[in-house]
């Protein structure tokens, strides 16, 4: 089992940047892909990026693409999204999420852990 606490989160004005963490507690971080979702007032829950264990796959949403990287640092325990020339329809709360695979998913409802949330909210 893992558990999943995100921070960085803000306001920030359209063109601005922001840096997500998610830390991770218990064991075996590395048996895990971890993914970032996003959930805006009113709608579902949307894939926004997601990692391989190694951190040797990647894949995103296309509309965050060229903007948004994920990465991981494995000794750290914990996963990153820098989020980069942000628009206001980034605004959401944004969560990272857990699952103990080889195979990618960039479904949420295939996500086994979860964290709190952190809202992004973007200004025009």
């Known amino acids: 089992q893992v558990q999943l606490v995100e921070s960085g989160g803000g306001l920030v004005q359209t063109g601005g940047s922001l840096r997500l963490s998610c830390a991770a507690t218990?064991?075996?971080?590395?048996?895990?892909?971890m993914g970032w979702f996003r959930q805006a007032p009113g709608k579902e829950r949307e894939f926004v990026a997601v990692?391989?264990?190694?951190?040797?796959?990647?894949s995103y949403k296309d509309s965050v693409k060229g903007r948004f990287t994920i990465s991981r640092d494995n000794a750290k325990n914990t996963v990153y999204l820098q989020m980069n020339s942000l628009k206001p329809e980034d605004t959401a709360v944004y969560y990272c999420?857990?699952?103990?695979?080889?195979?990618?998913?960039?479904?949420?409802?295939?996500?086994?852990?979860w964290g709190q949330g952190t809202q992004v909210t973007v200004s025009s």
């Open positions: 218990g064991r075996s971080f590395n048996s895990y892909i």
């Open positions: 990692i391989s264990r190694t951190g040797g796959s990647i």
């Open positions: 999420a857990a699952k103990p695979t080889l195979s990618f998913t960039t479904y949420y409802r295939e996500y086994d852990y």
